[in-house]
């Protein structure tokens, strides 16, 4: 896509965003796909938490497969990348790794992460599920060092 | 999403994208294929179905403004005023 071709869609990363975000609101697959291709696609740590809401497992693994880049925002996502050992490119961006799934899962436990009544959506048992279904993906030492930097020790334990 | 891709992908000029996207109006109706349009233009550089596209929701828009603008007498000169018109 060329910015000559198309002066109003300067912010090309932007606009497939939003196509990313009409289409798994909409959770058509064949749409989410052909983004995910698209050389200018990306995710948020927001991004990730709703695929992991949704259980959307089959998209998971293909972005995991075809490793789409993360959006850098937050300080726990430069701790990440110190973990994973990736590098950052010019646009503050890397490639997504189960690590980052995993500490989206960890950070947010219950519904409301302020409410500690609040439903639990990602219990000990689901990450452990999760982390065997992913399982290829997985490295654990990257595994134990996002479990112990979250302070989820039992979890840690269990996996171990 | 094939059908949207096909034709995406078909050269067009700019009359030709007009009526592709008025043969295709039923398809406007969901906003997942608005957004499949949009994004499969753009993808496959067939500018003059982004623009087509562009132009038929910038209609749409005008027109929506222009019936949310229209007011009924009633509110345009108050009741009393249009109790004093209209008997």
């Not at chain 2, 995406?8 to 109706?29: G, Q």
């Amino acid at each position: 896509m060329s910015i000559v071709m198309y002066p109003d869609l300067k912010h090309r990363r932007e606009f497939v965003h939003d196509c990313w975000t009409i289409a798994k609101a909409c959770e058509n697959d064949e749409l989410k796909l052909a983004i995910s291709r698209d050389p200018y696609f990306y995710l948020e740590r927001e991004d990730l938490l709703v695929l992991l809401k949704t259980r959307d497992n089959r998209m998971i693994t293909h972005i995991l497969e075809t490793e789409c880049m993360l959006l850098l925002q937050d300080d726990i996502s430069y701790k990440l990348v110190h973990i994973k050992h990736a590098q950052v490119d010019k646009n503050q961006m890397t490639p997504i790794k189960l690590t980052d799934f995993l500490s989206v899962l960890v950070a947010n436990k219950r519904e409301s992460k302020f409410d500690n009544e609040s439903q639990i959506i990602f219990s000990d048992k689901y990450i452990l599920k999760f982390l065997d279904f992913h399982f290829k993906f997985a490295i654990p030492e990257e595994v134990i060092k996002i479990f112990i930097l979250a302070r989820r020790f039992r979890l840690s334990l269990l996996f171990i | 999403m094939q059908q949207i891709n096909s034709f995406s992908l078909t050269p067009m000029n700019d009359a030709i994208a007009e009526k592709t996207i008025e043969d295709h109006k039923y398809l406007l109706e969901h906003v997942e294929n608005r957004c499949a349009i949009a994004y499969f233009a753009a993808a496959n550089r067939n500018l003059s179905l982004y623009s087509a596209l562009q132009k038929y929701f910038n209609e749409q828009q005008d027109n929506q403004d222009f019936q949310s603008d229209r007011k009924t007498p009633e509110e345009e000169f108050g009741s009393m005023a249009y109790l004093e018109t209209t008997f």
